[in-house]
């Protein structure tokens, strides 16, 4: 077998399309990167099935609670609940910050969830506010917690777009948003 080898010149020589077709060709099989069809179908059609189930079963659970939860409440281990999940944001914030500083791509995924928490913690901090500190959660919220989420969530999403544009195969005619699974 006599295998041709392409110069540098070739291959600066080659438009888009043909250097995709070439790279398609080279890549290894999907068999040996992906995992099996069924597997695949079978843990979306679960994830998909709870999700759709979750939705639905939701809606009636919040009209439920809307009617029935008392106005105030006295919780048990209210500061245990609040330390905790301060824990968790600082453990995701420790996550981007070190995943960020190595230049790690799954970066994307501690920084989404870091601006989610923040988003959380800005509205809890403002709906259980006593009525004279409600001021003071508003503006922690607005000066500090919803920029920093809008931040991260923002930087994982221009990261994920990136990666997409950035894959050999993208096809340039499709939005970023719009690609689909490769199976």
Not at 43 to 68: D, E, K, N, Q, T
Not at 103 to 112: H, Q
Not at 160 to 177: E, G, K, T
Request: glycine share 8%.
């Amino acid at each position: 077998m006599t295998i041709a080898k392409l110069s540098d010149q070739e291959i600066g020589a080659m438009s888009d399309e043909e250097r995709r077709a070439l790279i398609r060709r080279l890549q290894p099989p999907p068999e040996r990167v992906l995992p099996r069809p069924e597997v695949v179908r079978a843990h979306r059609r679960v994830r998909l099935a709870l999700m759709v189930g979750g939705c639905l079963g939701l809606i009636p659970w919040m009209v439920y609670l809307g009617f029935s939860l008392p106005a105030d409440y006295h919780a048990r281990n209210w500061s245990l609940a609040w330390i905790g999940f301060d824990v968790v944001l600082v453990l995701m914030m420790a996550a981007t910050a070190y995943l960020g500083w190595k230049r790690r791509v799954v970066l994307l995924l501690p920084a989404f969830g870091t601006g989610l928490l923040l988003l959380v913690d800005a509205w809890f901090d403002i709906v259980t506010a006593d009525a004279g500190d409600v001021w003071i959660s508003l503006g922690t919220a607005l000066i500090g917690e919803i920029p920093l989420a809008a931040l991260q969530i923002s930087g994982a999403i221009m990261l994920l777009r990136f990666l997409i544009l950035a894959h050999p195969l993208n096809d340039p005619d499709v939005s970023p948003f719009r690609t689909r699974l490769p199976f």
